[in-house]
T-cell receptor
Framework: EDKVVQSPLSLVVHEGDTVTLNCSYE??????LLWYKQEKKAPTFLFML????IEKKSGRLSSILDKKELFSILNITATQTGDSAVYLC????????????FGPGTSLSVIP | GAGVSQSPSNKVTEKGKDVELRCDPI?????LYWYRQSLGQGLEFLIY????????KSGLPSDRFSAERTGGSVSTLTIQRTQQEDSAVYLC???????????FGDGTRLSIL
């Protein structure tokens, strides 16, 4: 059965800290891995990764994929209170149609 | 706005009633997804539409759940004879031709009394 696992499930840090969120997966016919940020309502897209070893970067956030070891990390440097959210990892898999499996999410709280 | 629109934003109903949730995707997006998110949990896949067809209905929790999409646009998720365990946020997302990423609506918060 396809599955996506995230760790830690929750994390509390102080402003300015650097955090690393983990996502591992076991799926059939991997196509891409995506990270979303969910604050109060709708998840918003952060990154889409399809190739191993190529870092995607946006401001203080960055992410990389390892297709051999079947995992991805999301790094946030110099955290701010506005980074507090649930970070969702999702894997797109399948052949004839799109199947997207979400992990349970990591709840990040950044305290002043 | 040009985003995914869901209605109602909140729904409170009594156990045993039927409910209908609506999703209006981004114009031109052929792929549409429904998810359920219980408190503190990740997203549980329910159903996926490509156009008006649903090739994957495996995520629907029971036969009380059904979904349809007409005209390749608006979709409705219907829950019959609601149970308390149906209480959750129901999220809809759309994407262009099934390519990622998905664009999410704000969800419908369903509460069954």
């Amino acid at each position: 059965e396809d599955k996506v696992v995230q760790s830690p499930l929750s994390l509390v840090v102080h402003e300015g800290d650097t955090v690393t969120l983990n996502c591992s997966y076991e799926v059939t016919n991997f196509r891409s891995l995506l990270w979303y940020k969910q604050e109060k309502k709708a998840p918003t897209f952060l990154f889409m990764l399809t190739s191993s070893g190529i870092e995607k970067k946006s401001g203080r956030l960055s992410s990389i994929l390892d297709k051999k070891e079947l995992f991805s990390i999301l790094n946030i440097t110099a955290t701010q209170t506005g980074d507090s959210a649930v970070y969702l990892c999702a894997v797109e898999a399948g052949t004839s149609y799109d199947k997207v499996i979400f992990g349970p999410g990591t709840s990040l709280s950044v305290i002043p | 706005g040009a985003g995914v629109s869901q209605s109602p934003s909140n729904k409170v109903t009594e156990k045993g009633k039927d409910v209908e949730l609506r999703c209006d995707p981004i114009s031109g997006h052929t792929a549409l997804y429904w998810y359920r998110q219980s408190l503190g949990q990740g997203l549980e896949f329910l159903i996926y539409f490509q156009g008006n067809s649903a090739p994957d209905k495996s995520g629907l929790p029971s036969d009380r759940f059904s979904a349809e999409r007409t005209g390749g646009s608006v979709s409705t998720l219907t829950i019959q004879r609601t149970q308390q365990e149906d209480s959750a946020v129901y999220l809809c997302a759309s994407s262009l031709t099934g390519a990622q990423p998905q664009h999410f609506g704000d969800g419908t918060r369903l509460s069954i009394l």
